[in-house]
Each structure stands twice: as C-alpha cells, then as structure tokens.
C-alpha cells in the first residue's frame, strides 16, 4: 500500500510562515499528480494545491499568492511552503496522489497539524 508520511506543522502567529513535507513510501514519478489537503475542526476536507507529474499547478482560491507547492521526484516528497497564514488556514494538512480522473492515489497519512493564532 502506497503510503505518506507529513511534517512540518506547528503553531504559528498570524503572518508567519511554515514548510510542510511529505514522504512517500514508493516513486512518486508517474503519479498523475500529488496534492496538498486540509480538514479544520468540523468542516469537510479539501483540496490546497495539487501538482500535476508535468508541472501543472491549482491552488484553492483562498491560499493563491501564499502557498506554494512543490514535488521532488527524485527524493519522493512534495512541499507546500505557506506564507502570510491566518487564522482560518487552522487544520490538518495531509498529502496523498491523485488520479487524472481525480481520484485519490494511496492511504490518507496521519497528517500533520497547523495551527495559527496569536
């Protein structure tokens, strides 16, 4: 079973900045794309950003000009540096392979918690 593995998370002040990373347990090369999720408290899960195996890049609209995301084929891990958190960026990020057809691509890891406040 193809699994991930994230880190990075940690409290942080409103404005700052975090570098979450995850590891893939397998080649991440000829996965269609690799993305970055969130779940807040009470809310359903969502799509961050996702990047395609041919560089193609979607954020959600409410983390363009913040996040950035990034894959390292060679090394089996993918980024997501986050700049000028707020508050509601609060959650468990998770990182996990998506099908073309959109489809997840492995196990959901134990994800990796953000939180910001002040």
């Known amino acids: 079973q193809f699994e991930f593995v994230e880190s990075g998370g940690d409290l942080v002040q409103p404005g700052g900045s975090l570098r979450l990373s995850c590891s893939a347990s397998?080649?991440?090369?000829?996965?269609?794309?690799m993305a970055w999720y969130r779940q807040a408290p009470g809310k359903v899960r969502e799509l961050v950003a996702s990047?395609?195996?041919?560089?193609?890049?979607n954020y959600l609209d409410s983390v363009k000009g913040r996040f950035t995301i990034s894959r390292d084929n060679g090394k089996n891990m993918v980024s997501l540096q986050m700049n000028n958190l707020k508050p509601e960026d609060t959650a468990v990020y998770y990182c996990?392979?998506?099908?073309?057809?959109?489809?997840?691509?492995?196990?959901w890891g134990q994800g990796t918690q953000v939180t910001v406040s002040s």
């Open positions: 990047i395609s195996s041919s560089g193609t890049i």
């Open positions: 996990r392979g998506r099908y073309a057809n959109g489809l997840g691509f492995g196990s």
């Open positions: 397998g080649s991440i090369s000829s996965i269609h794309a």
